[in-house]
């Protein structure tokens, strides 16, 4: 809870950004700093954080792989001890495809062990889909 | 043409934090010099700041987008959001230098209205020698800004 709230009732924590980045040396450094301020402004622990960017780490490794038009599309979305972070406009199966490749060699898969959730939904539009992490503190 | 970075944001001011990060990382990434970066991340802060004052009036809540694109040697910020637009505000709660500030410290200002009718402050910085000579390019009728109760400098 945050303490922004009239006649001083705190107020539930929300905060959502959408970000596309060209493919290219933007992704990890935009991606991992504007994740790292909505978690900041959500009071995530730190150790949280650390997970969080290694999730951004591993996407921003990945993910350009699987996009088409040069550039990749995230949302971002912090409510009250939950963080989602979504992949958008991905291809029909590159969100599986992301997922196998964020194996690291003696840590396992990077996205499964770090998120408490992980799913892959269809995309409003019908012809993307879109990869969810949910990360809880 | 395609923005190297795209940001949108709910127009609240605890955000414009989150613009200023990007802008760091965009400026680490190009490798932009301390002075260069901070100039451009001053200049966004303007106007992102007019946009959380003036754009949603009567405590409402829209969208801000700042789009970032490197070409050559010159980045173009663009601000934008989908509220009431530019003109004269009596009643303005700034002291009207934002836009003034914000001319002096890019190469160019450009004030308008996209294809989509959302209003966009579009500002251009030379990254190769710092400053050059400021100008301020307005955009038509709606050229003065909520805030800008007077003319804008001449500089």
Redesign the interface.
């Known amino acids: 809870m945050n303490d922004e709230g009239s006649g001083g009732e705190p107020q539930p924590y929300e ?8 493919r ?3 992704v990890a ?2 991606l ?3 994740v ?3 978690l900041a ?1 959500a009071n995530c622990p730190m150790d949280r954080l650390d997970d969080a960017l290694l999730i951004c780490d591993a996407l921003s490794a990945h993910t350009p792989d699987h996009v088409r038009d ?2 990749l599309a995230f949302a971002l979305s912090a409510r009250e001890r939950c963080f989602e972070l979504r992949v958008s406009e991905l291809p029909h199966t590159a969100a599986a495809q992301l997922v196998r490749d964020s194996v690291v060699p003696g840590v396992g898969n990077v996205l499964e062990r770090m998120a408490d959730e992980l799913r892959i939904e269809p995309a409003g539009d019908g012809k993307h889909e879109e990869l969810v992490l949910e990360l809880r503190f | 043409m395609t923005p190297d970075m795209q940001l949108a944001l709910p127009a609240r001011a605890e955000n414009i934090a989150i613009v200023r990060h990007a802008l760091g990382a965009l400026g680490e990434t190009y490798a932009l010099d301390t002075q260069t970066l901070s100039d451009i991340r001053l200049a966004v802060t303007e106007a992102c700041t007019n946009v959380v004052v003036h754009a949603y009036p009567d405590g409402g809540e829209g969208p801000m987008e700042v789009l970032a694109t490197l070409l050559g040697d010159e980045l173009t910020v663009v601000v934008r959001d989908e509220g009431r637009g530019v003109g004269p505000r009596p009643d303005s709660p700034g002291l009207g230098l934002g836009l003034p500030l914000i001319a002096s410290l890019a190469e160019s200002l450009q004030l308008g209205r996209d294809a989509e009718d959302r209003t966009e402050v579009r500002m251009t910085f030379s990254l190769s020698d710092g400053h050059t000579d400021p100008k301020l390019g307005l955009d038509g009728e709606e050229a003065a800004y909520a805030e800008l109760s007077d003319p804008p400098l001449p500089l």
């Not at chain 1, 905060?15 to 060209?22: D, G, P, V």
């Open positions: 905060s959502t950004a959408s970000l596309r980045l060209a290219g040396p933007l450094p935009v991992c700093r504007v790292s301020m909505v402004r040069g550039s």
